[in-house]
């Protein structure tokens, strides 16, 4: 099974931009559509974004739309979320994701194959 290391979270401004990078272990990452979900204090987690296993195709949570870019690199076995002109309302704890399913999937469950720990994104106003 794959697993998943986060990276990249911190404190930024409203407004600023901040990259969050997943790496993942093993040989199969290509074979796992990916993705990113948050969780803000008292909240359930949410889906943010996914992409299938080509890189081809990308969804994303209406509430991203526009403002955050996913992307992998399947030779460096990493999947990435570019996040700009950043909000408070985007603070919360990021998490990975990867499944053996559909990328279009993973934003309605979160009964998924893997998980990272998480990094904390913190946007101050």
């Known amino acids: 099974q794959v697993q998943l290391v986060e990276s990249g979270g911190g404190l930024v401004q409203a407004g600023g931009s901040l990259r969050l990078s997943c790496a993942a272990s093993g040989r199969t990452f290509s074979s796992y559509a990916m993705g990113w979900f948050r969780q803000a204090p008292g909240k359930e987690r949410e889906f943010v974004a996914a992409?299938?296993?080509?890189?081809?195709?990308?969804y994303y949570a209406d509430s991203v739309k526009g403002r955050f870019t996913i992307s992998r690199d399947n030779a460096k076995n990493t999947v990435y979320l570019q996040m700009n002109s950043l909000k408070p309302e985007d603070t919360a704890v990021y998490y990975c994701?990867?499944?053996?399913?559909?990328?279009?999937?993973?934003?309605?469950?979160?009964?998924?194959?893997?998980w990272g720990q998480g990094t904390l994104v913190t946007v101050s106003s």
């Open positions: 992409i299938v296993r080509s890189g081809g195709m990308r």
């Open positions: 994701a990867a499944d053996r399913g559909t990328a279009q999937a993973m934003g309605g469950s979160t009964a998924l194959d893997a």
